[in-house]
């Protein structure tokens, strides 16, 4: 039978010869049927921009159905839709334009000092105190407990005796 072609967008496979695969990607069907499949993943912005500039199709409105589609040429969006676009694009660049930290953007030079030169400055360091933990009150009923249970101090992390644990 010989290789098969088949194109998603208009859901047919033909025989799959190079005559024959460049005159369907060439027809005005699968041009149509490309550019429907990725107008569903336009961003808000071009839809508004496009459906605001068109008339609303009166026969979409009035029976909810019109003959071209999406290849019409007027607006298939109702005015609700459209204020609700309008609503989205407005957050979307009240967003974009709020984002902004006080004193405005650190150059690379501030960040690479931040991180790596104040370390090493000893006037920066902070003393740490390191927490002692106590046996919990249910332990010291139990005098001989083995080493894994018994209080984390800094002696007993230097003072390392493992032959003890067994």
Known sequence: MGKRYYCDYCDRSFKDDPEARRKHLSSLQHAKNRADHYSFYKDPETILQEEQGKIPCKRYMSSGDCAFG??????????????????????????????????????????????????????????????IWDVP?????????????????????????????S
Request: negative net charge; aromatic residues 14%; glycine residues 2%.
């Open 70 to 131: 999406s290849s019409c040429k007027f607006s298939h969006y109702a005015p609700p839709l459209i204020w609700e676009l309008q609503r989205i694009v407005a957050v979307k660049q009240m967003a974009a334009s709020h984002f902004k930290p006080q004193g405005g953007w650190p150059n690379s030079d501030d960040i690479v000092k931040e991180f790596f030169v104040d370390i090493t400055n000893p006037d920066t360091t902070e003393e740490f105190t390191y927490p």
């Open 137 to 165: 009150p249910e332990l010291h009923n139990y005098p001989n407990l083995p080493p894994s249970l018994w209080p984390v101090t800094p002696e007993s992390v230097t003072d390392s005796n493992f032959e003890q644990w």
